[in-house]
């Protein structure tokens, strides 16, 4: 089993739709949690930690049930912009380890 | 501020030869990471320095990948002999201290035919 899994997409969602990605981890002595965004042929960016109490930046959404070992990520009102792969990484706690998923593909139509 | 560099962006390599990547951190970073990232896949960490040592290089395939980071700064990540499934992007990163956030390159591209 994967450490860190995602549905690899693509989504493909409108100018205006909300949309949501999860992903699942298998350590839970994972400690920390990130999403970060890669365009395409670009290097990855850290998008936003994510939190046990649930944190928002603008139309960002994330979300963390450590009891599921499970993080959501929403986008709402969906730009062309926001087109690219979302990667859920997972941060062990006796290490400083980042553990990346497969990532899941956004693309924003007109 | 200047952010990590690598070069080259592209390579294009037959199997069994070598190739050498280089990495120029964020200045005052002491944390430097090489990541591999194949075509539809999250990066996977190969070798982690802090400052001139090594963290941890579990994941790197030490029969034909070696890397060095001699003073602490720059960083260059050697493949001898190339294999075709080496084909991938190489991602360097760099932090202020391991606990930070990491914040990549560009990348390497490396073809290998």
């Known amino acids: 089993r994967k450490e860190v899994e995602q549905d690899p997409g693509p989504f493909n969602v409108p100018e205006g739709a909300t949309v949501a990605f999860n992903c699942t981890y298998s350590?839970?002595?994972?400690?920390?949690f990130f999403w970060y965004r890669q365009d395409c042929r670009k290097e990855p960016k850290l998008l936003m930690s994510v939190y046990s109490s649930g944190n928002e930046d603008g139309r960002f959404t994330a979300q963390l049930n450590r009891a599921s070992q499970y993080i959501s990520l929403l986008i709402r009102d969906s730009k062309l912009s926001d087109s690219a792969t979302y990667l859920c990484?997972?941060?062990?706690?006796?290490?400083?380890?980042?553990?990346f998923g497969t990532g899941t593909r956004l693309q924003v139509f007109p | 501020e200047a952010g990590v560099a690598q070069s080259p962006r592209y390579k294009i390599i037959e199997k069994r030869q070598s190739v050498a990547f280089w990495c120029n951190p964020i200045?005052?970073?002491?944390?430097l990471y090489w990541y591999q990232q194949i075509l539809g896949q999250g990066p996977k960490l190969l070798i982690q320095f802090q400052n001139n040592g090594v963290v941890d290089d579990s994941q790197l395939p030490k029969d034909r990948f070696s890397a060095e980071r001699l003073k602490g700064v720059d960083s260059t990540l050697k493949i001898q002999p190339a294999k075709l499934e080496d084909s991938a992007v190489y991602l360097c990163?760099?932090?202020?201290?391991?606990?930070?956030?990491?914040?990549f390159g560009p990348g390497t591209r490396l073809l290998v035919l």
């Open positions: 990163a760099s932090s202020f201290n391991s606990a930070e956030t990491q914040y």
């Open positions: 350590n839970s002595a994972s400690q920390s």
């Open positions: 990484v997972v941060k062990s706690y006796n290490t400083d380890k980042l553990i």
């Open positions: 200045s005052g970073h002491a944390t």
